[in-house]
């Protein structure tokens, strides 16, 4: 793992709602995720505190995903956060400010800096390796009104990329109207 030390155990919040255990496998193909060495994202979705949806890929399932999206929304989502948010800029400041407190990190959404109390629907990203949370780039969360907003940015294709991962990951009851990367 990472020499600096920027990560800590996979906190409860990333963990299944429906298990109180942590996400142990790929939701597209089922890989053990607490395989030493194994790269993943962890995404949960909240309406009112009440969790929506959940699911944990890994990175050869999230790259296939992210490469199925037309370059027209992949260069639009790119604009977007780029027009936001200094990623660099935002883990240097956390890391210095609270080092590896998940919760500050997960605290306001990261483009428009509600705190999340303020918000009905929000999205938290996390990118772990096997038991780990890591914090470079992630973790963060997303106000509902910035799904929304990124939800516009997307193509016809994209949106329908979108609709088949949200049919893969979770049947019949996907989520409607909101963003699964």
């Known amino acids: 793992m990472?020499?600096?030390?920027n990560y800590i155990e996979v906190p409860e919040e990333f963990w299944s709602f429906e298990t109180g255990k942590p996400l142990a496998a790929c939701r597209l193909c089922g890989k053990d995720l607490m395989m030493e060495g194994t790269n993943y994202l962890i995404e949960k979705a909240f309406r009112n505190d009440e969790t929506i949806f959940e699911?944990?890929?890994?990175?050869?399932?999230?790259?296939k995903c992210h490469e199925s999206m037309s370059d027209e929304s992949k260069i639009r989502i790119r604009d977007y956060f780029a027009e936001h948010v200094d990623m660099k800029q935002r883990d240097l400041d956390l890391l210095e400010?609270?080092?590896?407190?998940?919760?500050?990190?997960?605290?306001?959404?990261?483009?428009?800096g509600y705190?999340?109390?303020?918000?009905?629907?929000?999205?938290?990203?996390?990118?772990?390796?096997?038991?780990?949370l890591v914090f470079s780039g992630a973790p963060y969360a997303l106000s509902g009104?910035?799904?929304?907003?990124?939800?516009?940015?997307?193509?016809?294709q994209t949106l329908g990329?979108?609709?088949?991962?949200?049919?893969?990951?979770f049947g019949i009851d996907a989520p409607k109207d909101l963003l699964v990367f």
């Open 97 to 112: 400010r609270h080092g590896t407190d998940h919760s500050k990190w997960l605290g306001h959404c990261m483009v428009k």
């Open 161 to 169: 990329v979108m609709k088949d991962l949200s049919a893969k990951l």
């Open 2 to 5: 990472d020499e600096l030390g």
């Open 115 to 132: 705190p999340l109390a303020e918000c009905g629907e929000y999205q938290i990203y996390g990118y772990c390796i096997d038991k780990d």
């Open 145 to 156: 009104e910035v799904i929304e907003e990124i939800l516009e940015l997307l193509s016809p």
């Open 55 to 63: 699911h944990a890929m890994c990175l050869d399932c999230y790259a």
